[in-house]
């Protein structure tokens, strides 16, 4: 097959798979990995955005602990439409559903994870069920962090502990989605000190 780089990057980023290989973290040795669902289209307040607000914090957060980047893509992606997306939200949270993933990511080499997620209805997207209950957390970290329009965590962390009871769930954060989307410096400066509170930078 004729494939330009360009392609076989686009190929690579449409399946789900690790978007960078990082190195253990310097500090810790810890091998780190950043999975995080995020939604482009309009949102509430924001408009149409082009990078999803838990996006930006979540390549914030690898570029500073030195971390690989997982994105958990829906193999049928939420509507671009707020209202659309509610819909199909809350019907997924009403159900239960456990919408499929694209791809997949060996988690086994990696002791600390990061799971970002936005808030929607009070709750993390099902999707991210669909990834904490597809594999064994066993023996290893887990932070989850959120962006939210108010809502703040929602005990999801709680709801996180709960999903994968033989992780150790670390303090959690969260951060308004509008400042990650306007305010690339404040946010910059927000995450950073959550991770100093975390001894990871
Ligand atoms: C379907 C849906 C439901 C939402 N529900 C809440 C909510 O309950 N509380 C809240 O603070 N924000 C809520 N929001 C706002 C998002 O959490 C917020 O805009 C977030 O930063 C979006 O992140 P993303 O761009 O990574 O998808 C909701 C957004 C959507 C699309």
């Not at 305010?183 to 991770?195: F, G, R, T, Y």
Request: proline share 4%; glycine share 10%; aromatic share 10%.
């Amino acid at each position: 097959m004729d494939m330009t780089r360009r392609n076989f990057l686009k190929l690579l980023g449409s399946a789900g798979v690790l978007l960078s290989v990082g190195k253990a973290h310097a500090a810790t040795n810890e091998k780190i990995l950043v999975a995080y669902f995020s939604r482009t289209g309009e949102e509430y307040g924001l408009g149409n955005i082009s990078k999803g607000n838990t996006a930006i914090v979540a390549e914030m957060i690898a570029a500073k602990v030195g971390g690989d980047l997982f994105e958990i893509k829906p193999v049928i992606p939420y509507p671009d439409s707020y209202e659309e997306c509610k819909t199909v939200a809350s019907r997924e949270k009403a159900t239960k559903a456990r919408p499929e993933f694209i791809g997949g990511v060996d988690i086994s080499g990696y002791d600390l994870i990061f799971v970002g997620y936005p808030i929607w209805y009070g709750d993390a997207p099902q999707v991210v069920y669909t990834f904490l209950e597809r594999y064994d957390f066993s023996g290893k970290k887990i932070i989850p962090f959120c962006t939210h329009g108010g809502s703040g965590l929602s005990s999801t962390d709680q709801t996180i502990s709960l999903t994968c009871p033989t992780a150790k769930i670390l303090q959690g954060f969260e951060l308004r989605g509008a400042i990650a989307q306007n305010n690339p410096a404040q946010a910059e400066s927000i995450v950073a000190d959550k991770l100093k509170r975390l001894n990871l930078i």
